[in-house]
Nanobody, 118 residues
């Protein structure tokens, strides 16, 4: 229901842009965001954006990553993560996340792998 894309292999210092699209059956999403999971570890928060445009970032990515949301009326359930100045520590599977306005429903995408080589 959440389709993430844009991962890949990049050298340290490079950039990638992740995208996540919610399927048409999903509507009324409040917060959309990204989490990262390293092998053998739990998912950790990376960034999120609310329907009113408010953003939050993990300290480790502040100043390097930018989260945005498609402002087109028919595409507000699309979220992007622009990742610049990538570091090897940014390596992991990135999962798209979304929460309904009611707060009662949480969606997860299938994950997209980002590998940053040193």
């Amino acid at each position: 229901q959440l389709q993430a894309s844009g991962g890949g292999l990049v050298q340290a210092g490079g950039s990638l842009r992740l995208s996540c699209v919610a399927s048409g059956s999903i509507t009324s999403l409040d917060v959309m965001g990204w989490y990262r999971q390293d092998p053998g570890k739990g998912r950790e928060f990376v960034a999120r954006i609310s329907s009113n445009g408010g953003t939050n970032y993990a300290d480790s990515v502040k100043g390097r990553f930018t989260i945005s949301r498609d402002s087109a009326e028919n595409a507000k359930n699309t979220v992007f993560l622009q990742m610049n100045s990538l570091k090897p520590d940014d390596t992991g599977v990135y999962y798209c996340n979304a929460v309904s306005f009611s707060g009662t429903t949480t969606y997860w995408g299938q994950g997209t792998l980002v590998t940053v080589s040193s």
